[in-house]
């Protein structure tokens, strides 16, 4: 089944240690979305890549970045995780077909929860 | 700006009792709008859509929703609750300034009891 996979599902980490979380989508989807979600929260978008056009999202900190090698992968590089970055990491993926509402159907993998001590 | 307000924090049903979770959006265009729930430890699954045509969708499990211009309001329902349905759902809109993004309500917690 085409789907949004998300690597590795738990991930602890030391503060101030850089970690990257991973992302593979088998939809073909042109749309990829890196949302942070804190408990009993709505995601937070960070950013997302249209093809390979990235766009950040104002109020996200420096410290978050991305990259998108190909279109299948895309993977969120935390360069000095803080105690306040633990959360759940949610990809997502949408595909662009112009004239349809599709751009903004997203599908979501499992998510990568973030520890960090 | 577009947004979404989910009014209801967390619902409380008993089990084969209906449910309806609201959601009022605010978008000046025929919005985009879905729902999604998600599972304690899980990403978010889509339920269903709205883009145009029958104000009516059905979902998957078992859910409708309803989009009702006036009202500002495209509310969920499902006409016997199962155990399993316990869960957090988010309505969204999709919000065409500024690249493809969707906006989240802050979702309501849906609590079932036996």
């Known amino acids: 089944d085409a789907m949004v996979i998300q690597n590795p599902r738990y991930q602890v980490t030391q503060f101030g240690k850089p970690v990257t979380l991973s992302c593979s989508q088998t939809?073909?989807?042109?749309?990829m979305y890196w949302y942070q979600q804190k408990s009993s929260q709505a995601p937070k978008l960070l950013f997302h890549y249209y093809d390979k056009d990235f766009n950040n999202e104002a109020d996200t900190p420096d410290n978050f970045q991305s990259r998108r090698p190909n279109t299948s992968f895309c993977f969120l590089d935390i360069r000095s995780p803080g105690l306040g970055d633990a959360a759940m990491y949610l990809c997502?993926?949408?595909?662009?077909?112009?004239?349809?509402?599709?751009?903004?159907?997203?599908?979501f993998g499992p998510g990568t929860r973030l520890t960090v001590t | 700006a577009q947004s979404v307000t989910q009014p209801d924090i967390h619902i409380t049903v008993s089990e084969g009792a209906s449910l309806e979770l609201r959601c009022n959006y605010s978008y000046g265009a025929t919005p985009y709008l879905f729902w999604y729930v998600q599972s304690p430890g899980q990403g978010l699954q889509l339920l269903l859509k709205?883009?145009?045509?029958?104000?009516l969708v059905q979902g998957i499990k078992g859910f409708e929703a309803e989009f009702k211009r006036s009202q500002s309001s495209f509310n969920l329902r499902k006409p016997s609750v199962h155990w399993s349905d316990a869960a957090e759902y988010f309505c969204?809109?999709?919000?065409?300034?500024?690249?493809?993004?969707?906006?989240f309500g802050a979702g309501t917690r849906l609590f079932v009891k036996a």
């Open positions: 709205y883009f145009s045509g029958d104000t």
């Open positions: 939809l073909n989807h042109n749309v």
């Open positions: 997502a993926t949408s595909r662009v077909m112009i004239g349809t509402g599709s751009a903004y159907e997203q599908y």
């Open positions: 969204a809109v999709g919000a065409p300034t500024g690249g493809f993004k969707t906006i």
